[in-house]
T-cell receptor, first 117, second 116 residues
Framework: DTEVTQTPKHLVMGMTNKKSLKCEQH?????MYWYKQKAKKPPELMFV???????INESVPSRFSPECPNSSLLNLHLHALQPEDSALYLC????????????????FGQGTRLTVV | AQSVAQPEDQVNVAEGNPLTVKCTYS??????LFWYVQYPNRGLQFLLK??????LVKGSYGFEAEFNKSQTSFHLKKPSALVSDSALYFC??????????????FGQGTTLQVKP
C-alpha cells in the first residue's frame, strides 16, 4: 500500500474561518511533508516532520499551523487565510531520509484544493 | 546551491513515437534523483528514481531515465508514447550530503502533450 490519504478533497473557506486539512499514511514512514502548489507550478515545501517532530519550517506564515499527532497523521490548521493562499495543498510521506537509505522516494496524496474567499 | 532545470515548458510528440523529457541538476553531494507525473487536479505520482548503480533506471508505465554524471542530466524517456501519457512531469533531486534535510527540489515542470 503506497497510499497517502488527504481530506477534504475540496475546501472553500472565508478569511475569518478556521479549518484543518488532514493527511494519513500507513506505510510506516517517519517523514511527512506539507507542500503548496499553484497551478502548473512545482510544489513548494512548507513543513517537514521527522519522527513526529517539526524539522523544517520554510518561513511559512503563522496562519498555517502544522501538527503531527502520531506517526501516521499530519494536520495543517488554517486560520485567517488570504485569497492568495488559494492553492492545491499536498501531503507527502517517505522513509527517513538518512544517508544510505535507498527507499527515499516521497509518496504524495491527491491534495486538497483550497479556495479562500 | 542545489537546483534542477527542465529546459522545456512543453514537449509535443505523436502517439507511438519515442519521447524524451529533459532534466539537469546541480547539487553539492551525491544526487538522489526522481521523476514524478501529475495529472490534472491530482497529486504527484512517483515514476522512478536513481540512487546508485546502473545509469539506466526503469520505472512505472514503461518509463525509463538515464543518469549521466558528466552531463549532470537525468532525462526521462519512453520508447512509444501514449495519449494517456499527456500530463505534467516534474524532475526532482534530494541532496543526500551534509545538508540532507529530506527536502525535494523540483524543476519547473514540463507539460507532455501526446497527439493521436
Amino acid at each position: 500500500d503506497t497510499e497517502v490519504t488527504q481530506t477534504p478533497k475540496h475546501l472553500v473557506m472565508g478569511m475569518t474561518n478556521k479549518k484543518s486539512l488532514k493527511c494519513e499514511q500507513h506505510m510506516g514512514h517517519r517523514a511527512m511533508y506539507w507542500y503548496k502548489q499553484k497551478a502548473k507550478k512545482p510544489p513548494e515545501l512548507m513543513f517537514v516532520y521527522s519522527y513526529e517532530k517539526l524539522s523544517i519550517n520554510e518561513s511559512v506564515p503563522s496562519r498555517f499551523s502544522p501538527e503531527c499527532p502520531n506517526s501516521s497523521l499530519l494536520n495543517l490548521h488554517l486560520h485567517a487565510l488570504q485569497p492568495e493562499d488559494s492553492a492545491l495543498y499536498l501531503c507527502a510521506s517517505s522513509q527517513e531520509f538518512a544517508s544510505g537509505v535507498s527507499n527515499t522516494e516521497a509518496f504524495f496524496g491527491q491534495g486538497t484544493r483550497l479556495t479562500v474567499v | 546551491a542545489q537546483s534542477v532545470a527542465q529546459p522545456e515548458d512543453q514537449v509535443n510528440v505523436a502517439e507511438g513515437n519515442p519521447l524524451t523529457v529533459k532534466c539537469t541538476y546541480s547539487v553539492s553531494g551525491n544526487p538522489y534523483l526522481f521523476w514524478y507525473v501529475q495529472y490534472p487536479n491530482r497529486g504527484l505520482q512517483f515514476l522512478l528514481k536513481y540512487i546508485t548503480g546502473d545509469n539506466l533506471v526503469k520505472g512505472s508505465y514503461g518509463f525509463e531515465a538515464e543518469f549521466n554524471k558528466s552531463q549532470t542530466s537525468f532525462h526521462l524517456k519512453k520508447p512509444s508514447a501514449l495519449v494517456s501519457d499527456s500530463a505534467l512531469y516534474f524532475c526532482a533531486v534530494r541532496d543526500m550530503g551534509s545538508s540532507n534535510t529530506g527536502k525535494l527540489i523540483f524543476g519547473q515542470g514540463t507539460t507532455l502533450q501526446v497527439k493521436p
